[in-house]
Every structure is written in C-alpha cells, then in structure tokens.
C-alpha cells in the first residue's frame, strides 16, 4: 500500500505539470461556475475533448479540480446578482444575497468557500476510507427506496420555510406542476405540450431558475432604480482603501477569512454532519449534489448556539443565514466525492459528471469496478491525492475570485442591469442552445417577481421542477413492479425505513405547524 | 438633453455597429463550412451518444476547419432532438447525432418525424441487444430464463429503457419469436441502462436487456452475468465469453444504431463535402482506437448504403411495434392525468387555505408600482422579446450591442460610458462563449 502510495504521490503532487493544470483547471471552474446558465457538468463536457491528448492522471486532475471550483463558484453570482451560477446553489440563494445586500458579502462568500474546501476534504475522507463499503449500500438502492429519498428530498424546503411551511409547499406544487409538462419516461404520451414540439422536452430548471431568480431581482433593482434617488442605488460599497499590501493581502485575511474560519471552529460537528450527509446523497446514483445541499440546508440548525456568537454586529438572522450557506456548501462539495464511489467501485455513475469521467477513464483503457483498486492502486490513490490538492487549490483561487467579483458591485445599477440581462439570455439559452429556453426564462421571471411581493419562496419551484419527473417516474416504477399494489412503496425493508422516516418529518412538521396557528390565533383573540 | 439624445443615439449606433463589425472579424458565406457547424444530440452530457457525438464533432473539427459544437438537445425519448435536428435550416451548418429511436418514434405515434424527414449522412455504429441478469440469479442459461418467463404465474419483471424504448421492442420480438405471450413480462419503465442496471443489482427486476458496452463494468465487477447476445458482439476482448443467441439456437437479432444525418433538403454539394469530411474520420485509426476502447462496435455505412438500412429497420420496427402482442404487453398502471391530478389538487387546496388565511397578502416592503414604475419594467420584457426575435437573423452580436447601448440610454447612463461599454462587453462575450468556450450563440444570416 505504501509503495502505490509514493507511486501515486509521484504521479500527482510531485508533478509540476499536474499543480499547473490543476491551476489552469480550477480558474476555468470558477469561470464557468460563475456563469449563470453553464453549470459543473457542462464545464466537464466542454472539457472532455483535451482529455483525449492528456495521460490519465492530468485529465482526472483537472475534472477533480474544475467541478470543485465550478461548484463553489457558483456562490459568487448568487451572492452578488442573485442569480445561482450552478443548480447546487439554488437551495440557499435568499440568505446569500440577504446578506449580501447588507454589505456582508465577504462574509458570506468566506463562509461558503472555506465550508466548501473542509466540506470537499470530509467527502476526501469518506471516499478514501471507507468508499469500497459504502458503494455496497449504494447497490441496495431500487427505485422504491429513491421514491421515499426523493419525497424526503422535496420536503426540505418546507421545512426550512420558517414564516410559512404553507406557502413554500404552494411554490413546491407549482414546480412540481411544472415538471409533468412534456414526454417522461413511464407515459405513452405528452403533457399539456400543446401540439409544440419544443415542449415535449419539458421545462428546463435551469433557464427557469435564471427567470425565477436574475431576471425576477432585474425587475426590483429596475423599480428600485426608479423610486430612489441614484445615490441610493449603490449597494454599500466594500472598504476597497489603504495600500496595495492592505487590498491584496490584510483585506481577504481580515474580511473574507478569518471570520468565517473562526465561525467555523464553532462549528466542527456541524461541519462534520453536513459534509458525511452530502457524501452519503452523493453516493446514491440518481441523487447528487443539488439535493445534497438541500437536505444539507434542512437539517442546518437554525437557532445559533450563545457561544458563535461572539460577532456582536450580525443579527440572529445573519448567523442562521450564515449556518445555512456553510452547511449547504460543505454538503454539495462533499457529494462531489461522493459521486466517485459507486463510479469507481462499480462503474455506476453517481451523477452526469462522473458519468463523463468514466467516459474518459475508458477512453485511457481503464475500466472502474472492483478491480480497479488492486489492478491500478496508484491510479485510485492518485485520485484521492488530487481530491486533497483540488480542495487546497480552491482556497487561494476562490479568494481571488471573491475579490474579483467584489468590484461588480462598484459598477452603477444603470449600466449593470443591461449586462445582466445579456448574461441572463445568453444562460437561458446556451444550455440546449435553443430560444425556446429563452421564453422560458422570460415567463419564469414574470411569475417569480410577481411570486416575490406576495412573499412566496421561490427555491422550492426549482427543487420541484428538478425532483418532480424523477419523483413520479420511481412512484410508477415501483407500483407498476409490484404488480398495482400500493404495498410495492414499502415491501423492503430499506424502503420501509426511509418511508417511516418521511412520514414522521411530515407529522412532526404538520403539527409544529397547527400549533404555531393555535397559538397565533389565542394571542390574536 | 432632447435633441442631442436623438442624434447621439444615431451616431452612436452607426459607431458601434462598425467596431463591433471590426472587432469581432466579417465572415464571408460563400465558401462551405465558413462557420460553426452545430451537431446536435438528443441524449444528455455524459451518455454514450453524447461521448460518441463529442468524438466525431472533435475530428471533424480537424477535418473542416471550423468549430464544430455540440448541442444536447435533450428530452422526449429523442422527439426533441431529432426533431430539430431534421427541421433545422437545411444550410448544412446543423447535423444531427441520430440514433434508433428515428425509426421508432413514429411508430408509437409520438412524432410524425421518421427517417424520410431526414438526408442519412454515414452511419457509425450498431450495438447488439443482450440479456442480464444478477450475479446472484438462479438463471444460469437463456434457456433456464425463457422456461421461467413461459412458466412463471407473475409476469417476470424486467427493463433497460422506458417502454416502448429500443431494448423494450428486442425483448419482446424475442419472447414472440420464441413463441411465448409478451403479457408474461412486465416491463417496468426505467429511463436509461445505467439506472435500469442498478435496478437489476439492487434487486428491483428478474433481468435487464441493454448493449454490452453500457454493461461492460458492471459485467468486469462480477455484479452481473450477460445470458445472451441478439446479434454480433462488440470485438473489444472482453466479450469473448459472452454467449450469443444464435448458439441457443435462437434466430432473433436485434439492435440499436447510430448515425449522422442532415435536414432533407440539404445542399447536394455541401453533404457530399460534409459526407467526404466523415468518411474520412470514421476510416482515421483515432476513430477506431476510441470506438474500440469505448466499447462501440464500428460499423460504418456511406449515405447510400445507411438509407436503405434505415429503411429497412423501419420496416422490421413496424412490424414489432404494431403488433398486437406488443400493444397487449403495454398496459400502463396509472394514467398520465394521475400525478398532475394530486398536484392539481394540492395547489388548490393550499390556494385556498392561504388566500382564506389571508396569507397571499402583499409584502408589506414591496415596492408600489406606479404607473411610471411599470413603465420601467418593461423594459425587461421588451428586451427579451426582442432578443429572442431579432437575434435569430441579425445575429448575437449585432443585437445584443444594440439592445445594450439602447437600454443604457434609457437608463441615464451617458453615451460616453455606455459606447465603450458596450464595445468591451460585447466582443468579449462574443469570443469567451463562441470561440473559447464553443457555447452556442444565436447566429444571424450574416453569420455571428
């Protein structure tokens, strides 16, 4: 073992060409993270034709170390445009930007990267010890267990929803609405397509979360723009003062690190959780990083403890903000290397991207499976080295995109609006190349405005457009393999549990919920 | 600010209309290919066919001399992407990855498409159907498997695809070709091999029907056992053990294919330029060292040849397609109008017990929106609109600077900030999305 170790550390941190392409590799993930509309898996598929001139190892580098990048990054537009650069970034967009607009970006961005980076190193972890067990439990995994994971899935926006459970399930069933339109896989025929063969693929989630979100936040800042005075209009600008030395070293230290690093030394067993429950979702093929840092998010405490609050000037509400972007952060970057397991053990793809690496990892007649760890020991050990290297890499390079982003709040509303808009067409359409994603994103950001005056969460609508075609698709895959009866849903054992367990979160929160009425209700009287 | 706002509004746009023209570099449309082609997909980022697609974009990128991109153009079963590929602009710039759904589609009735609609450009590959079953699964023969499924009192469970799908029709001409009613299986619709075989291990279904190659680690790992090929195998080495069907002394065959094909209508001498630029790639050894490794069998067919292939399968797909036996094997067990119904009703339900609790209310925050507010925000949508309208014909670039320099003036913004603006971002973009990046941008009729 320890010889395939040095081989290994030979093959990779040893090698200056391999810090070289991770280096070039991590600013193309924070390039293409940070446009709305190109997400993690487009990133790896736009790459996937260098790969074939690249050895193995550097090609697996660079995938490892873009998609980290691309995840995080996907933070930056969020944080400053409200638009959620990646899908995995939809599950805590109102508290980024909340915080945002209250001039505590680098607050937020700090917390995300280094939750991103500890996040990426515990899912390492998982990956490195005990990823050859773990893939078994991924195996056990029929479509009646993913029924029961994805309900458990949809419910966490409602659970999060503080002010009104109601309202965010309102917003859920209009995603899940959304999802029915077009040809799925279990019916015969389309839905409500409306003889127009563009609908037949669907709704996209991606231009509509550009709509719900960027396009939704152009119409404020536009309304906005008209009833203040253009002073106003300025976000509260970062502290950009002092000398060279101050901006480029003391600033990101003393604004975008430190605090957050001393936030998170409160936070080790939450830390901890979030990133064992994101390599756990990621591992389940069919599950994967989105919806790893939506349950990330649920689970997140809420309520600060006394002792993290040794910030005096955030608010209650900012520290919980601030619990939820690192907990949905370390989540969806440990599920990044929780995809790997069932691909490496099995050669199951635990998502679209590892879905291309096994492309590639037979493209350099490597075949994943079980073998793979005894036939090409250096190569799986090359490949947890690089998890490690991929996660520092991002500290530095994500620092300075923070810090390059920043400067986007110093451009005037005025002329910044119209370049949001171009990036929220060219996103829309960029992802299946079609104008009809382009109307889409249109009518989404109509709905998402509107939808936002009357105060209803519009997360949820994306999660139900994601989870709703994969949600019904494993309902009448298992009643249609237990033969019409209703008892296929929780016939294992495996899907019992986590039926158990979804009932009762549903029961706890109902009740939680007609208490709040009640006692609403006798102070009102 | 009245009279100088019009006519620096004019000058202005007359100014950058020639520097963006400058600086992004005129593209001249008499010489074939003088522009990005795109290669559409209509299987998603990660699959087989989409790795197959970026192969064949790549060297054909080499081979013609212009970026070729390709656009995964994803959903409905393929209606989505074939269907836009074959009703593409017939300017040869648009070719699609077509694969054997082309030839079933129709048949299910879910598009009127069918491979007449299309110019057929070379075929690439065939993939033999096989049969799976769990490491752990009492069938050791397909013979055990067919007196199973021909004895068993509850249908036998099985996928690979969603119904009707290519691997659903070559198990049922299997069971009726062996004489055996197809209302003894039940397939369950599972989109996609990978997820199907997942299925198979954890122990969801009996068997699973797919190609070798998608099989291939799962089969390496010992998860799985293949009881059968309908047709040749793939030569890569590994499936050497693999029994066929023709030694159980089984004549069916059947498999799935995939080509390039263009829109009908297709200039004659720009396919023969784009079939010689094929030709070329599928006979290069890079091509046949990548089909090999991934697993694809190589089977390469001309234009003349791969139509009347092509006819032929349709034929044959027909015939199983329409059979009774098929149709009997296809009994949905909850109607498409099921799951909207719950969803219908739960927004209804929710509707009224919020707008009852008077919790649609308004956001107290909210701004008031005035009528010289609303004014405003019509901006956006006229944007958009516009956008999706005009880009199509004048091009990205030309639209998105004009619309850019436009909404800035409205916006206050002075030209002298909003021409140089304009100048950067555009250009920039441009070349980040188109020429780095090769993400599609919507071309006009004078190329970009």
Sequence with gaps: MLESLFEAASLTILRVDVWLIVLAASIYGIFIGAIPGL???????????MTYWLEPIPALAAIVSMVACAIFAGDIPTALLRIPGTPASAAYVEETYRLAQKGLTDRALGMGLWSSVVGGLIGAAVLILSGDQLARIATMFSVAEYFWLYLLGLSCPILVAGDSRLRAAFALLIGLGLSTVGLGAVHEEARFTFGSPQLYQGIGFIPAMIGLFGLSEVFSSLARLR??????????????????RERAFLHPLREILVPAMRRLSYRKSALVRSGTVGAAIGMLPGAGVDIA????????????????????????????????????????????????IPSLVFGIPGDSITAIVIGVLLMK????????????????????????????????????????????????????????????????????????????????????????????????????????????????????????????????????????????????????????WISANRRGS | MDKPLASYLHRSLILVALLTFSLTGCSRNDVYPSRPIELICPWPA???????????????????????????????????????????????????????????????????????????????????????????SP???????????????????????????????????????????????????????????????????????????EASALLDAGKIRCLGVMGNPPASAISSKIPLFEESGISWKMGGWRGIVAPRNILPERRDRLCAALEKVCQSDEFAT????????????????????????????????????FRSAQQPRFGPMFFPMIIGTGLLLSGMVLLLTKQFSQDANAIRLSPQVLMQLLIVPAWVVIYALVSPWLGFVLTSSILLITTMLILNVPWKTAIPVTLIMVPTVYHLFAVVLHVSLPWGWMGW
């Design chain 2, 139 to 213: 069938y050791e023969t397909i013979d055990d498997l067919e007196e199973k499924i021909r004895e068993a009192p509850v249908p036998l469970k099985a996928s690979g695809t969603s119904q009707g799908g290519v691997w659903h029709a070559a198990v049922v001409g299997w069971l009726i070709e062996q004489k055996i009613s197809p209302s003894q299986l039940n397939w369950i619709s599972i989109a996609g091999s990978t997820a199907s075989l997942q299925e198979l291990i954890a122990g969801g279904i009996d068997f699973a029907c797919c190609s070798v190659p």
């Design chain 2, 46 to 136: 990660g699959g087989g066919t989409d790795r197959l697609a970026r192969q064949v974009a790549h060297q054909l990128e080499q081979e013609l001399n212009v970026p070729v991109n390709v656009i995964n153009a994803v959903g409905g079963n393929g209606v989505t992407g074939h269907t836009r590929g074959a009703f593409a602009d017939p300017h040869g710039y648009s070719i699609t990855l077509a694969t054997v759904e082309l030839n079933m589609l129709h048949w299910r009735g879910l598009t009127s498409l069918n491979p007449r609609d299309v110019e057929p450009l070379c075929l690439l590959n065939r993939d033999a159907a096989a049969i799976f079953v769990s490491n752990d």
């Design chain 1, 227 to 244: 009833t203040t005075d253009p002073a106003e209009s300025r976000p509260v600008p970062v502290r950009q003062s002092g000398t060279f």
């Design chain 2, 290 to 325: 990548f089909m090999n490794r991934a697993g694809f069998d190589c089977s390469y067919a001309g234009p003349v040849e791969f139509s009347s292939m092509l006819k032929d399968w349709d034929c044959e797909f027909g015939e199983i397609l329409n059979s009774d036996a």
């Design chain 1, 39 to 49: 997400t993690a898996t487009m990133a790896v598929a736009l790459f996937v034709p």
């Design chain 1, 365 to 516: 007649n490597i075949e994943p499976g079980p073998a793979i760890f005894e036939k090409q020991a250096p190569l799986v050990y090359g490949i947890y080295l690089l998890f490690i290297l991929a996660n520092f890499m991002l500290l530095p390079i994500g620092l300075l995109a923070i810090r390059l982003g920043g400067y986007i709040v110093h451009i005037p509303k005025n002329i910044l609006i119209p370049i949001i808009l171009l990036f929220c067409v060219i996103g829309a359409y960029a992802i299946n190349g079609s104008m009809f994603d382009v109307w889409i994103m249109l009518v989404m950001g109509i709905v998402g405005f509107l939808f936002e005056r009357r105060r209803i969460p519009l997360g949820p609508i994306v999660l139900g457009m994601i989870l709703g075609g994969p949600l019904e698709e494993r309902f009448v895959q298992t009643i249609s393999g237990a033969n019409g009866s209703l008892m296929g849903l929780v016939e294992r054992p495996a899907a019992f549990t986590l039926g158990f367990i979804t009932a009762a979160i549903w029961i706890w929160a109902a009740l939680g919920q007609l208490q709040n």
């Design chain 1, 293 to 340: 840092a939506w349950v990330s998010a649920a689970l997140s405490n809420k309520r600060s403890k006394e002792e993290t609050r040794f910030d005096q000037s955030l608010t209650p509400q900012d520290e919980s903000d601030l619990n939820i972007i690192s907990d949905a952060s370390a989540a969806n970057s440990s599920a990044l290397a929780g995809c790997w």
